[in-house]
């Protein structure tokens, strides 16, 4: 590999590097745009793949008729129905990825869908990195085995997570998550933004960033609201949503113009930062919800088939990204079943009569995902090359 800088007339010359990423998750997006503006201060970077608004503010070659939002499919049977297109882009990435014969091939989230393009890219060697660990320490662990054959560097979040793949002789990097560094926003600064009352009682409702969850949870989301409504006049109702589409498929939830709310995308930590008790759809936006002092009420429903297979599956006591940092029961967790709008009223009035119980953890979860960083990280792919 001719990633080396050469010297001339003390002016560095950067080799050129051919980047594959496919970084098509909401959260995954940022990740990627930040590696990739890492790996710029080493390289000169040719750039293909798919991404999100934030890697597509860089520079870079996908093939026609894919968008990410088309990768955005949850559990297990959504993929099976959309298999079809899944298939047809995955040629067609794979496609473009070996007509340009990259050097190396980033993976960012969605590890089950990425382990095809780790797996074919191995073979023409290429080097193979995965950001964002799967949950295999969590369930399936059995696919520790494919993961240590196709994938040459697994870029870990949390520091649990790398103790795990050291346990199985597998190389990993403490990347740590952006999340640590995020502090509350200014209140005053945020109701005066979005036209909001400071007299209200906020409460922040993340939907999730898929279609299917927004579909399978705003209607349990919505009647909690109008029970919590019920027991103070008060309560108005803050709800970011990832992108345009997601906000106007929530805006069309049946029921939602019975409560007091403000839609907003990309609002999260604004509203967030003003909402002392959060709904959250169970991934990343409890962890941020978390940090952010939001005490998150964690949730997760699927059809009943998924959910069948996938509880088979689960090794771990917890879902909630909080919980699994602390490795104890803080937050609530409200799976399947036993999610309602009453048992959603129920944990909102638990934590609303003790609220410190739960906003003492915010330096024990900071120092769980405090990394080596991006910098690191992008020398560390260096010296793999």
């Not at 010297?7 to 990739?36: C, M, P």
């Not at 949850?74 to 993929?79: N, V």
């Not at 209140?187 to 036209?195: L, T």
């Not at 009682?201 to 705003?218: D, K, V």
Request: aromatic fraction near 10%; glycine fraction near 6%.
């Amino acid at each position: 590999m001719k990633a080396l800088k050469e010297v001339y007339f003390d002016r560095v010359v950067k080799d050129k590097l051919k980047v594959g990423i496919i970084a098509a998750e909401h959260s995954g997006d940022r990740l990627g745009a930040k590696i990739i503006k890492s790996l710029q201060d080493l390289f000169e970077i040719d750039l293909y793949g798919l991404g999100g608004p934030e890697v597509n503010a860089h520079p870079i070659i996908t093939p026609l008729g894919i968008d990410y939002h088309d990768l955005h499919v949850m559990g297990l049977i959504d993929p099976l129905i959309n298999f079809p297109k899944i298939l047809l882009n995955r040629r067609k990435l794979l496609k473009l990825f070996i007509s340009n014969d990259i050097d190396i091939f980033i993976g960012v989230d969605s590890p089950d869908f990425n382990i095809f393009f780790h797996k074919k890219l191995k073979s023409k060697n290429v080097k193979t990195i995965q950001v964002v660990s799967p949950s295999v320490w969590g369930w399936r662990e059995n696919r520790i085995k494919a993961i240590k054959n196709y994938i040459d560097l697994m870029m870990c979040l949390f520091k649990f997570e790398c103790d795990f793949y050291s346990k199985k002789n597998m190389q990993s990097f403490f990347l740590g998550h952006p999340f640590n560094q995020l502090k509350p926003k200014n209140s005053d600064d945020i109701i005066e933004k979005y036209g909001l009352e400071a007299s209200n009682s906020f409460i922040c409702i993340l939907p999730g960033s898929r279609a299917s969850e927004i579909s399978e949870l705003m209607p349990i989301y919505i009647l909690a609201a109008k029970k919590l409504l019920m027991l103070n006049p008060n309560a108005y109702f803050l709800i970011p949503a990832a992108n345009k589409k997601l906000a106007d498929m929530i805006q069309s939830s049946k029921g939602i113009k019975e409560i007091p709310h403000k839609l907003s995308i990309d609002s999260a930590r604004d509203f967030l930062s003003i909402s002392p008790i959060s709904i959250v759809t169970s991934g990343t936006a409890s962890l941020e919800a978390a940090v952010l002092g939001s005490t998150p009420i964690i949730c997760y429903k699927t059809n009943r088939l998924n959910y069948a297979i996938l509880s088979r599956l689960i090794s771990t006591p917890f879902i909630g990204l909080p919980n699994l940092l602390l490795q104890k029961d803080i937050f609530p967790e409200l799976l399947q079943s036993d999610l309602t709008p009453d048992s959603i009223v129920t944990n909102y009035l638990k934590i609303l009569s003790n609220p410190k119980k739960y906003q003492c953890f915010g330096s024990e979860i900071n120092d769980a995902m405090s990394g080596e960083g991006f910098e690191i990280a992008a020398r560390t792919i260096k010296n793999l090359l």
